[in-house]
């Protein structure tokens, strides 16, 4: 396997590490019955501060590994892996791990810049497919 | 470039990154760059030209996870073709009309754009059968 695709699976069970972090204090605060119940009311806003950024966190990634899938897609299927894509996996990675302790312990303007590091690694990625 | 499916894939990701920027930007004018860069911790709604992007940037997304898999599929099955071609050059051009559309409030230029690239999509799955 690449080492673009290794990153994939990995950047999927990041997503994997990232729902558990959420679900666990979400399901302690707003209680099973609500978790489980067809969430008719919009209680969000009664989340911790802490599992409501891990849950923009896990929406962001979300976001992130779209872009992602998609360059390593491409990448893959048209041939176009080198160092270069191989770096640009690792960093965005790398990025995309430290952008959840970044975000839970509110770490300005650090989290704004990891998460650009992350979003250029892909985006190069998808213009070395190009290229 | 624009002459194989791959590309033109490609290609939908970078707009997709260009519409994230341009809802950033938006936002940034809206919320200032000290509440984007803190942990956001107090919701707040964009409006206006900056809400639309957030929109335009959610529907291409969803665009994005229809168009993608028929790609992958006629990658796999071998199965590209000048039609599927034109049609995945349709996709992108309906998905670029798009956008311009949503931020200004075109009223039926966006919903025809969307409606040509949702139906280049449904024509990538009918041809790859």
């Given at each position: 396997?690449?080492?673009?695709?290794?990153?994939?699976?990995?950047?999927?069970?990041?997503?994997?590490?990232?729902?558990?972090?959420?679900?666990?204090?979400?399901?302690?605060?707003?209680?099973?019955?609500?978790?489980?119940?067809?969430?008719?009311?919009?209680?969000?806003?009664?989340l911790s501060p802490l599992a409501a950024r891990?849950?923009?966190?896990?929406?962001?990634?979300?976001?992130?590994?779209?872009?992602?899938?998609?360059?390593?897609?491409?990448?893959?299927?048209?041939?176009?892996?080198?160092?270069?894509?191989?770096?640009?996996?690792?960093?965005?990675?790398?990025?995309?791990?430290?952008?959840?302790?970044?975000?839970?312990?509110?770490?300005?303007?650090?989290?704004?810049?990891?998460?650009?590091?992350?979003?250029?690694?892909?985006?190069?990625?998808?213009?070395?497919?190009?290229? | 470039?624009?002459?194989?499916?791959?590309?033109?894939?490609?290609?939908?990701?970078?707009?997709?990154?260009?519409?994230?920027?341009?809802?950033?930007?938006?936002?940034?004018?809206?919320?200032?760059?000290?509440?984007?860069?803190?942990s956001?911790d107090?919701?707040?709604?964009?409006?206006?030209?900056?809400?639309?992007?957030?929109?335009?940037?959610?529907?291409?997304?969803?665009?994005?996870?229809?168009?993608?898999?028929?790609?992958?599929?006629?990658?796999?099955?071998?199965?590209?073709?000048?039609?599927?071609?034109?049609?995945?050059?349709?996709?992108?051009?309906?998905?670029?009309?798009?956008?311009?559309?949503?931020?200004?409030?075109?009223?039926?230029?966006?919903?025809?754009?969307?409606?040509?690239?949702?139906?280049?999509?449904?024509?990538?799955?009918?041809?790859?059968?």
């Open positions: 396997m690449s080492t673009e695709l290794t990153v994939l699976a990995l950047a999927g069970l990041l997503q994997v590490a990232q729902y558990v972090a959420m679900a666990v204090p979400a399901n302690l605060e707003l209680g099973a019955r609500y978790t489980l119940s067809p969430r008719d009311t919009d209680r969000m806003t009664d891990l849950y923009r966190a896990l929406g962001n990634h979300f976001e992130a590994l779209i872009l992602f899938t998609l360059a390593v897609t491409v990448v893959t299927l048209g041939d176009r892996g080198s160092p270069a894509t191989a770096a640009c996996a690792w960093i965005y990675l790398a990025a995309r791990v430290l952008y959840v302790p970044a975000y839970a312990l509110g770490l300005a303007p650090w989290r704004s810049l990891i998460w650009s590091a992350g979003f250029l690694a892909t985006v190069a990625m998808l213009i070395l497919a190009l290229i | 470039m624009l002459t194989d499916e791959l590309s033109l894939l490609a290609l939908y990701g970078i707009l997709l990154a260009l519409t994230l920027l341009a809802q950033a930007t938006g936002a940034l004018g809206q919320f200032g760059l000290g509440y984007l860069m803190s956001r107090e919701h707040r709604s964009a409006a206006g030209v900056a809400a639309r992007l957030e929109r335009a940037l959610a529907n291409s997304i969803t665009a994005m996870v229809l168009f993608a898999p028929a790609i992958l599929l006629l990658h796999a099955r071998g199965a590209f073709s000048p039609d599927t071609l034109i049609a995945a050059q349709i996709f992108l051009a309906a998905r670029i009309v798009y956008l311009p559309a949503y931020a200004f409030g075109i009223v039926g230029l966006r919903s025809l754009a969307w409606t040509v690239g949702f139906f280049a999509s449904i024509t990538l799955y009918v041809l790859a059968l």
